[in-house]
């Protein structure tokens, strides 16, 4: 099993629509948990953090399930703007080479 | 703000050529970092460096290697590329280690090796 396993999609949802990624992660063991937003040909960029009581963006919320080992990510009323690549980051204890990065799942917001 | 840069954007070489990226920060983080970027997969960690003067091997080391110059400075080089590092590069910074601050990213390198 992937340290951290992501649907790549395309998730295709049209303006407006409320859309949710889940990220899982294998090792419980895992303490820090972050969302990036990739655009085509960019580079990532932090989006938002998640903490153990979930946490909120404007648009954007964030949740963690520890007890089933995953992430999610809420996205609501839904922009052409953030079609993009959503990447999980998941950040064991132990250093530096403890980070895995999801592959991320494209989204695709339609007019 | 520049955050961090990185250059060259793009390069293409021919197997057994060598060459430098550079990667510059200055939002006066300790911590450096080297990645690239595959179809299909996530980041990969090639090399890190904690603070200055520090340099540790990451997932995928490898046919690369790395200086840190200075705080602000941190050069990945790869000395004979093959084709199998036709990649995205992508240098970060973070202000602390051990994955528990937010990484700022580079815009990136597109490398082909031929």
């Known amino acids: 099993r992937k340290e951290v396993e992501q649907d790549p999609g395309p998730f295709n949802v049209p303006e407006g629509a409320t859309v949710a990624f889940n990220c899982t992660y294998s090792?419980?063991?895992?303490?820090?948990f972050f969302w990036y937003r990739q655009d085509c040909r960019k580079e990532p960029k932090l989006l938002m953090s998640?903490?153990?009581s979930g946490n909120e963006d404007g648009r954007f919320t964030a949740q963690l399930n520890r007890a089933s080992q995953y992430i999610s990510l809420l996205i609501r009323d839904s922009k052409l703007s953030d079609s993009a690549t959503y990447l999980c980051?998941?950040?064991?204890?132990?250093?530096?080479?403890?980070?895995?990065f999801g592959i991320g799942t494209k989204l695709q917001v339609i007019p | 703000n520049a955050g961090v840069t990185q250059t060259p954007k793009f390069q293409v070489l021919k197997t057994g050529q060598s060459m430098t990226l550079q990667c510059a920060q200055d939002?006066?983080?300790?911590?450096m970092y080297w990645y690239r970027q595959d179809p299909g997969m996530g980041l990969r960690l090639i090399y890190y460096?904690?603070?200055?003067?520090?340099?540790d091997k990451g997932e995928v080391p490898n046919g690369y290697n790395v200086s840190r110059l200075n705080k602000r400075e941190f050069s990945l080089r790869l000395e004979s590329a093959a084709p199998s590092q036709t990649s995205v590069y992508f240098c970060?910074?973070?202000?602390?280690?051990?994955?528990?601050?937010?990484?700022?990213f580079g815009s990136g390198t597109r490398l082909t090796v031929v």
């Open positions: 970060a910074s973070s202000a602390g280690g051990s994955g528990n601050y937010g990484y700022t």
């Open positions: 090792n419980s063991a895992s303490q820090s």
């Open positions: 998640v903490y153990s």
């Open positions: 980051v998941v950040n064991r204890a132990g250093g530096y080479q403890k980070v895995t």
């Open positions: 939002m006066n983080h300790n911590s």
């Open positions: 460096s904690a603070s200055e003067g520090t340099t």
